[in-house]
């Protein structure tokens, strides 16, 4: 196998629900042409769909490898470039972040879902932004508000320029306590394909949890929650402007449906995020950091999405 990862007994954890909570914190661009390579080489095999509009390795189309079901999966790593989401340290001291994570699991499953007979349009293919981002988009290089909006606000438009069957974000939890632990997937009820969401998310959750638990890292069930429990909460809405439109969505935007003066284009086809791991739980922060584990989740997100779709999931070993 290569790469182990730690073994926890079961415990038995009461999270609240976790706010998805976009982090600002980042590095000065001075590193974005690397980025942007790392990107171009990631992207190998794929189809920019719009190089103009997105960020470059941002919105790129893979055909599957295997068969055709003439459907296509859009894939969401969250975060990435100088936005680089939670940050957490694992029992090691290692320093994992969310960005990297979400990436190597979203990679781990578009190999899986291509070799399933799927189209598979990924929002990023390395430590980029999706959106291209202005001088409006940072403050003292790092996202302003408004760069966080906007680049969110761009994996809708590339999911629907993709013209995707379902859009799954893939993101890892953090949280202030080191013992909130616990995989948990939303949906957003407001939308007409509320329903359709749903299940994908139940799905997801249960692929998931049932990959992980067959290792033996037994992660806490948290549920399929309703995107309204984590709002969408970016900058301090006392100051008025973009954050308190925000705050007032309370949905999330990945997920969420328009609203006037605000958001004018959201996804148009159901979807579902989830968050398998909290990065700052000592032993979640290790599996995060684990390629096994990271492979394990993969590969069990595309048995998920492969289910919701109405095929058999192929057989597969870790």
Sequence with gaps: MGHNAPVRPRLT???????LIAAVAGTPPSGAAPRARAAA???AGGTALDPSAF???AC????PTEGDRHQTVFLDAGHGG???GGVGTTGSGQTVTEATVNLAVALQAAASLRSRGYRVVLSRTGDTSVAKLGWYDLDDYLLSVRGVFDDVAARDVCANLARATVLVGVYMDSAADPSAAGSLSAYDSAR????QSQRLAGDLQAAVLSALDSWGWQIPDDGVVDDTELGSLVGDPDLGGLAAEAAAYDHLLLLGPAQAGYFTTPSQMPGAVIEPLYLTDPFEGGLAAS???QRVMGEALAAGVAKYLGAAPAAESA
């Design 13 to 19: 954890l009461v999270v609240g629900a976790a706010l």
């Design 41 to 43: 080489s990631a992207s």
């Design 55 to 57: 960020s470059a390795g």
């Design 60 to 63: 790129v189309a893979f055909p």
């Design 82 to 84: 100088v936005d680089p």
């Design 192 to 195: 007409p394909f509320a329903a």
């Design 291 to 293: 390629p096994l584990a």
